[in-house]
């Protein structure tokens, strides 16, 4: 059972501006029924400033708030400030959502894109993306843009924000491609004389061998294991593990989540640590 904040509690029994603003300005239409969740959102305009804005919305208690909870936001906005609005922002107006309900918030901020553009009179950059879920229909940009916004670090993440992979699993290998690449496309920046200039591999595995000697190797080898760097691919670090770490069995914290919180906040804080297969 879902844990939901009274916020979203009191939008869910609650809704506000449920229903369609007539002669609408701008209509935003994102998500379907065959995919279990869909949002209707329309706006009244004027002199760039939204002065009404209305929702239709089919789906559960988490899309029902997240909605109710944009048009609140949004009602007396201009729409230079609207379409700023993150779904990390609908959240927080809720007080949070949980994990596996986030793709609830980002299909408010589709709605909000969708129907400012349609305002505009052009067209959304994500309706020219490829689709890699076929389930839900959603496309190599926009997931390419929530692993981005939202800092997302795995599948299942990807899945809670966007629902890509929440059906029949096919496209998991492809959505684990589009993670790689977009961690390794924002690579950290190394500022030397205020020119920004990327870590080499070199580096990169330099700083992870240091790290792995000092922070991690001495622990694991006092209850008798150890550990190898295998390789290093964009921001995903493969190693060997053997033994057994007393103090995380303790903590109910695995090697490998020790591994990577040391790598993260010693050499950088997009690495992602798996083991070798």
């Given amino acids: 059972m879902w844990l939901y904040t009274d916020t979203v509690t009191e939008h869910f ?18 998500g379907s029924l065959a995919c279990g969740d869909a ?16 929702f239709k919305t089919f789906g559960c208690a988490s899309a029902i708030a997240s909605s109710s909870a944009l048009t609140e936001m949004i009602k007396g906005m ?3 400030e609207a379409e700023k609005i ?5 959240a927080d107006f809720l007080g949070g959502l949980p994990k ?12 909000l894109e969708a129907a400012i553009a349609d305002y505009r009179g ?14 839900f229909g959603v496309t190599d940009v926009e997931i390419s843009r929530a692993i981005k916004e939202s800092s997302l670090r795995s599948l299942e993440e990807i899945t809670n924000f966007t629902k890509a992979g929440g059906g029949c699993g096919k496209c998991e290998d492809k959505l684990e491609a589009l993670l790689r690449q977009t961690i390794s496309e924002g690579l950290q920046m190394v500022e030397i004389d ?21 922070e991690v190797r ?16 964009g921001d995903f670090v493969i190693v060997s593990m053997r033994g057994q770490c007393t103090s995380c069995a303790k903590s109910e914290t695995t090697i490998k989540e020790l591994v990577e919180k040391k790598l993260r906040e010693q050499v950088l804080e997009t690495l992602i640590v798996e083991e070798e297969k």
């Fill in 78 to 80: 201009e729409i230079a």
């Fill in 13 to 30: 029994q609650n809704p506000r501006n449920v229903g369609e603003v007539e002669n609408a300005d701008g209509v935003g239409d994102v």
């Fill in 218 to 233: 001495p622990g694991l080898r006092l209850d008798g294991g150890d550990i190898e760097l295998i390789d290093v691919d």
């Fill in 194 to 214: 205020k020119k920004p200039t990327r870590m080499t591999t070199l580096q990169k595995i330099k700083k992870i061998e240091d790290v792995l000697e000092r």
């Fill in 39 to 54: 949002l209707k959102l329309t706006l009244k305009i004027e002199d760039d400033r939204i002065v009404d804005a209305k």
């Fill in 86 to 90: 993150t779904n990390e922002d609908i």
């Fill in 122 to 135: 052009e067209k959304l950059p994500s309706a020219e993306g490829e689709v890699v879920c076929e389930c």
């Fill in 100 to 111: 596996e309900k986030m793709h609830c918030s980002v299909m408010g901020r589709e709605a």
